[in-house]
């Protein structure tokens, strides 16, 4: 008994998400029961389709000191392109629980974007919910300054199963619609068009993956060529943006969105 009622606050929480199934207070009631797991700094539901800008169907910031802010609006504006999350989304992803070093790339951290925008937007350590839904993804990301340790990860292990559940019996009972009509997003090609260069297919897509957060042997990996030719690709693109180096080049692009 004395047990059960220490979890009281958790199955009254429990309750109120099943309440809310379908109804406008689902997420906040889902992301207020996963609190009182794991401390998090900010939460966003976003619906991800390749070729779209997401659709943020609920966003909530817990950080006292920090109000609103313009980082939702670069997100939809292009910053999402560069998003891990949104990237594994696009290229095929199971449902489940998965952590920002599962998907990202293997200098993600040491990218501008990272640095620039993701640290402060987000946070060093995010963990999302996914599932998929008539074509698209629906993510529930969990964000914080502060990694998350192998044990709070273990504690939204438990509970997992459950929470996507209601995460798909919310969207079968919202009937909520993934958007065929929406204007396509647009790509890094024509981002990098903006600024005015012609670079050819291989530099914009070494531009890409620079941008995103990989090493230069993790290009050549998954372009299929070698170390050194993506060092004369970077040095092309960059001789052809007038940028000194990724800094830049992450600023430039900033600039065309």
Not at 19 to 29: E, T
Request: proline share 4%; net charge negative.
């Amino acid at each position: 008994m004395d047990a059960l009622l220490k979890e009281l606050p958790m199955h009254q929480g429990l309750a109120r998400v099943f309440g809310s199934l379908g109804q406008d207070g689902f997420w906040r009631g889902l992301v207020d029961t996963l609190r009182l797991l794991v401390p998090l700094d900010n939460a966003l539901v976003a619906l991800m389709q390749p070729g779209r800008v997401p659709r943020l169907l609920a966003d909530f910031e817990f950080r006292a000191a920090v109000g609103e802010s313009e980082d939702l609006a670069d997100y939809c504006a292009g910053m999402y392109l560069l998003d891990p999350f949104y990237q594994a989304a696009c290229a095929g992803i199971a449902d489940g629980l998965h952590s920002l070093e599962a998907v990202a790339p293997d200098q993600f951290q040491q990218s501008e974007y990272y640095l620039s925008y993701f640290r402060s937007a987000v946070g060093s350590g995010e963990l999302q919910f996914l599932i998929n839904h008539e074509g698209a993804v629906l993510g529930l990301s969990l964000g914080r300054q502060a990694s998350f340790s192998h044990a709070e990860f273990g504690r939204l292990l438990c509970v997992r199963d459950w929470v996507l559940a209601a995460m798909r019996r919310h969207l079968q009972l919202s009937a909520l619609d993934v958007p065929t009509s929406q204007p396509a997003a647009g790509d890094f090609t024509a981002m990098l068009a903006g600024l005015g260069a012609r670079l050819s297919e291989r530099e914009s897509e070494t531009a890409r993956l620079i941008l995103q957060g990989f090493s230069s042997k993790a290009i050549a990996q998954r372009m299929g060529i070698s170390p050194e030719t993506v060092k004369v690709h970077r040095r092309n693109l960059y001789h052809k943006l007038d940028v000194s180096g990724h800094a830049e080049l992450f600023a430039r692009v900033l600039q065309t969105h």
